[in-house]
C-alpha cells in the first residue's frame, strides 16, 4: 500500500498557535505524527506559508517551527491552480474574499493529493462545499477530487490503513 497524501490547509497550522483551543492543538500535534512518510505524507502550497507570515509575528514564528519540524513537501501555486480556484469562485462555491480558499482547494486537487486536511467548516468540510468542487473539479478536467476532512478525521483515518 502506497502512503496516502495529506494537504493540511492553513486552518489546521494556525491550531499551533498560542491561546488556541486545546482539543484542537492536541488532534493537530498528533496529525504530524501519523504522517511518517509511510501510511501518510504531508503536503501544503505555498498559499499556507503565505497566510501564516500574515498572523502576528509571534504566532507566525510557532507555526513555522512546527511546520519545520513537520517538514511537508511544499508546492508553489501554478497557473493551473490559480484558474482553477477562479473557476470555483466565477461558479459561486465561494466568494470572492475567499479567493485563499480557493487556492487550497484548488492546489490539492491539482496535485491529486488524496486528503484535504481543514477546519474551515463554512467554506470547505461541509457536504455541500465538497459536492460544488467535485463538480467544478469535473468541469475542468480533473477526475479527482481530494477527501475534505477535518483533523480528527484525517488522525482516525491515519490509524486505520
Known amino acids: 500500500m502506497?502512503?496516502?497524501?495529506?494537504?493540511?490547509?492553513?486552518?489546521?497550522w494556525g491550531s499551533l498557535a498560542p491561546r488556541q483551543?486545546?482539543?484542537?492543538?492536541?488532534?493537530?500535534?498528533?496529525?504530524?505524527?501519523?504522517l511518517d512518510g509511510v501510511?501518510?505524507?504531508?503536503?501544503?502550497?505555498?498559499?499556507?506559508?503565505?497566510e501564516i507570515d500574515n498572523a502576528p509575528p509571534?504566532?507566525?514564528?510557532?507555526?513555522?517551527?512546527?511546520?519545520?519540524?513537520?517538514?511537508p513537501l511544499v508546492y508553489?501555486?501554478?497557473?493551473?491552480?490559480?484558474?482553477l480556484a477562479r473557476a470555483y469562485i466565477a461558479a459561486g462555491v465561494l466568494p470572492e474574499r475567499r479567493e485563499g480558499d480557493a487556492l487550497h482547494v484548488a492546489a490539492a486537487t491539482c496535485l491529486e493529493v488524496d486528503y484535504l486536511v481543514s477546519w474551515n467548516h463554512?467554506?470547505?468540510?461541509r457536504p455541500m462545499k465538497r459536492l460544488q468542487y467535485e463538480s467544478v473539479n469535473r468541469l475542468h478536467g480533473h477526475l479527482k477530487t481530494p477527501l475534505i476532512c477535518n483533523p480528527f478525521e484525517a488522525c482516525d483515518e491515519l490509524r486505520n490503513r
Open 76 to 83: 508553489p501555486i501554478s497557473d493551473s491552480m490559480e484558474s
Open 39 to 50: 501510511h501518510g505524507i504531508c503536503v501544503a502550497s505555498d498559499t499556507v506559508n503565505a
Open 2 to 12: 502506497t502512503a496516502a497524501t495529506f494537504y493540511l490547509e492553513t486552518s489546521v
Open 58 to 71: 509571534n504566532e507566525a514564528e510557532e507555526i513555522h517551527r512546527h511546520i519545520d519540524r513537520v517538514k
Open 21 to 34: 483551543p486545546r482539543d484542537r492543538a492536541r488532534v493537530v500535534r498528533r496529525l504530524p505524527q501519523l
Open 122 to 125: 463554512r467554506h470547505m468540510t
